[in-house]
């Protein structure tokens, strides 16, 4: 039997770990290889005969055109992928999935990837009128090299005809073929059938005899249609009325879209499937249908999939249509589907065919019986930012047991005073002390320097936002934020540990930051509960992928997919430079300095502090009560 294969050209290493992971998902039957140079592809090409070409074109690849050549002569019923800029949206749109090559945007999210993957290498295959690496023509390499943002001369050659096409950075500056220049000749060659293409380096200053380039090509497809159309999606959303079901599929990503509608049609070909790439054209088109399911991304470009629901249940046309919403949004999409009765069921970004088509089938076959009315839960917006957490009490109302006739123990304790005496007792212990504020009303704040040292190990679980990886696949920069509140200290001093035992919990209040954006002091308030550490989760499943640049090669991020984000402890070594009071004198709150920007991370809490990685830390935000929101790490080698 032969292996089905994948070929992926990328010179960057770490985005080739990643695309490979996220291939090894999508393509689980199809032996993944890389390729670093276009040689190199071609040998393994060879070798291997790819059904799909995946090829990064960022920063673009000398000699693309001619690499793009040879494969539609020796692979030419493969499909090619590319990864670059954007293309012209109404180049996109127009030109719809009939190309011999597709494209996807960099940075791109893992759903839109995987849904093209997928597309790509299962039902298209077996799809008329979807366009291989045999159809490759000037169109196509005139897209490749935008993506690219390349400076080419592409020359082309048709039976007797020659010409060229000029592109400087991505955008067509220039076109000649006989006596023909500029948009004459440009459209003269878009119209040239089995064109033999080639590309030669630009020298000199480009050329400008065109600046409508986006708009003639729009137009060459509009002529061709007829050859690049697709017949099996246009019979598709016409009319039928023997259909089983009808379903609208919502979505902003094409080949998200494609993939859906294919996979959902080749399962059930007797089912109706229309497509939406946004709220407002979806909202039409299930009005004008009334579908017995809809497919709903949470996250449009007009608005959001939630406040298309709230729509759909006040119009009683709409009201019973049940939605099954899709997203990488995780909590977004939770959070609809609990206010939302029409959101009967939903599914995570990046799926698998068998898992959406087994959803979709057991959700038309259950029957629905819910109420029009929306619960009173606030909405929750993909593109808002969450709302803070509820702001710590302030510390006078931070108040344990009734207040005692006379100074706490407590207090006794951390002024060192052996027996009840008054607060101006000259009796000082191991700490010396003073007391700033004097008001009974009022929080006394105590500075604490404790002769067995004031040394404190602060620690904090943190949710990994993202993670960059070098070209060379070493730790880069951790994007991070608390997963809690809640956060563990450690005391050095034995006084200060017999007053504020280390079992208990505490709570982050707010830090204050120097010009620099490092923290200078960071304020402590303790819970009533002990302190219960949390489970740390090593894993870390790509939700995307994007390329950061650097002053010498480019870093790769991963963003994590919504569901179980990696989670690992923060330890920091401070100071404890004061203890604030309540008017009870109970301990209201601790201030710390944070003297080094030096911390250490672990993924396993019981290992020693000292084994933990170092990195040093930057606050990158905090959130309006002043607390810690947003970490950025970075390694210290």
């Avoid at 996109?92 to 997928?118: C, N, T």
């Avoid at 490749?144 to 005809?161: E, F, G, M, P």
């Avoid at 344990?400 to 212990?429: N, W, Y």
Wanted: hydrophobic share 45%; charged share 20%.
């Amino acid at each position: 039997m032969v292996q089905r294969s994948i070929l992926l050209l990328e010179e960057y290493d770490a985005l080739a770990a990643a695309i490979s992971s996220a291939l090894r998902k999508f393509a689980p039957h199809h032996f993944g290889a890389v390729a670093r140079t276009l040689s190199d592809a071609e040998k393994l090409a060879a070798d291997l005969s790819p059904e799909l070409f995946i090829i990064d074109v960022d920063p673009p690849w000398v000699g693309l055109t001619n690499f793009l050549e040879k494969l539609r002569a020796a692979h030419p019923n493969a499909r090619g992928l590319v990864i670059g800029a954007a293309i012209p949206g109404e180049i996109a749109a127009q030109r719809g999935s009939s190309g011999a090559l597709q494209f996807i945007e960099k940075p791109f999210d893992l759903a839109g990837f995987g849904a093209a993957v997928q597309a790509l290498l299962g039902p298209w295959r077996e799809t008329e009128g979807r366009g291989t690496l045999h159809a490759l023509n000037i169109v196509d390499i005139a897209l490749a090299h935008c993506a690219a943002n390349s400076s080419v001369i592409v020359d082309l050659r048709s039976r007797n005809r020659a010409g060229e096409i000029h592109i400087a950075g991505g955008q067509v500056t220039h076109a000649t073929t006989g006596k023909l220049k500029g948009e004459d000749a440009f459209h003269e060659m878009l119209n040239w059938s089995a064109a033999h293409l080639a590309e030669k380096r630009m020298t000199g200053s480009a050329q400008r005899t065109i600046t409508e380039w986006q708009r003639m090509i729009v137009e060459a497809l509009v002529e061709t249609s007829p050859e690049i159309s697709e017949p099996a999606r246009v019979q598709r959303e016409a009319p039928l009325p023997s259909a089983e079901k009808t379903i609208v599929v919502v979505d902003d990503t094409d080949m998200l879209l494609i993939f859906v509608e294919d996979v959902l049609a080749t399962e059930h070909p007797e089912w109706r499937i229309a497509i939406a790439r946004n709220a407002t054209e979806g909202l039409r088109q299930i009005e004008q249908l009334v579908p017995d399911l809809i497919l709903l991304d949470y996250s449009l470009p007009d608005f959001n999939g939630d406040e298309l629901c709230e729509r759909l249940l006040e119009n009683e046309r709409t009201a019973n249509v049940p939605v099954l919403m899709m997203s990488g949004h995780v909590p977004e999409m939770n959070a609809a589907a609990v206010r939302l009765p029409n959101v009967v069921a939903k599914i995570e970004k990046p799926f698998l065919s068998d898992a959406l088509v087994d959803l979709v089938q057991r959700t038309l076959a259950t029957e629905h019986a819910f109420e029009k009315g929306i619960t009173e839960e606030p909405v929750v917006r993909a593109k808002v930012e969450p709302e803070p957490e509820p702001t710590p009490p302030p510390a006078p109302e931070i108040i344990l047991p009734p207040p005692p006739p006379r100074p706490s123990l407590l207090r006794r304790k951390i002024l060192g005073q052996p027996t009840p005496r008054p607060i101006t007792t000259p009796t000082l212990a191991p700490v010396q002390a003073h007391i700033e504020q004097h008001t009974p009303t009022a929080a006394a704040a105590i500075r604490v320097a404790p002769a067995d040292g004031n040394r404190a190990l602060l620690g904090i679980f943190l949710e990994v936002l993202s993670m960059q990886l070098t070209s060379q696949l070493q730790m880069g920069a951790i994007r991070a934020r608390p997963s809690s509140l809640v956060a563990s200290l450690r005391l050095e001093s034995a006084t200060a540990r017999s007053a504020i035992p280390s079992e208990l919990g505490f709570q982050l209040g707010p830090a204050k930051l120097n010009g620099e954006g490092r923290i200078s002091t960071l304020r402590l308030i303790p819970t009533a509960k002990p302190f219960q550490p949390e489970q740390t989760r090593t894993s870390f499943e790509i939700g995307g992928v994007a390329l950061i640049p650097n002053e010498t090669r480019a870093r790769v991020q991963l963003t994590p997919s919504g569901t179980t984000p990696m989670t690992m402890e923060l330890f920091a070594n401070l100071d404890l430079e004061a203890v604030e009071l309540s008017p009870s004198f109970q301990v209201a709150q601790l201030i710390l300095n944070w003297k080094t920007n030096a911390v250490r991370v672990t993924l396993n809490p019981k290992a020693p502090e000292q084994t933990a990685a170092r990195f040093e830390m930057r606050v990158a935000k905090l959130d309006d009560a002043g607390r810690i929101a947003e970490l950025l790490l970075n390694p210290l080698r």
